[in-house]
Nanobody, 123 residues
Framework: QVQLVESGGGSVQAGGSLRLSCAAS????????MGWFRQAPEKEREGVAY????????YYSDSVKGRFTISRDNAKNMLYLQMNSLKPEDTAMYYC????????????????WGQGTQVTVSS
């Protein structure tokens, strides 16, 4: 049974930092592209960052580039998102997701999703 469990969300002031974690189980983690997504109220879910299987190749949305860092530990089946210089517009529910294959592609490539962890940034 595939499980993705996020943790690390919370409330911070603008300019602060948070580190999200995602524990994965039930599939061959090291062979899948992994990603972080977010969804704010009344907005569509958007891709924040993706990371390919080896961990060297990554993608970031323009809105977080230079502030967020995605990483993975294939030995521990863990995914991370280090978020620095947080802004109020980063407020959203953040989701960890696993792609169907080693390819990241678009949001449609991601088959498995966690329940999410809330991030709230106050000004």
């Amino acid at each position: 049974q595939v499980q993705l469990v996020e943790s690390g969300g919370g409330s911070v002031q603008a300019g602060g930092s948070l580190r999200l974690s995602c524990a994965a189980s039930g599939f061959t983690y090291s062979s899948r592209c992994m990603g972080w997504f977010r969804q704010a109220p009344e907005k569509e879910r958007e891709g924040v960052a993706y990371i390919y299987t080896g961990g060297s190749n990554t993608y970031y949305s323009d809105s977080v580039k230079g502030r967020f860092t995605i990483s993975r530990d294939n030995a521990k089946n863990m995914l991370y998102l280090q978020m620095n210089s947080l802004k109020p517009e980063d407020t959203a529910m953040y989701y960890c997701a696993a792609s169907r294959t080693s390819w990241c592609g678009s949001i449609k490539s991601f088959a498995y999703w966690g329940q999410g962890t809330q991030v709230t940034v106050s000004s």
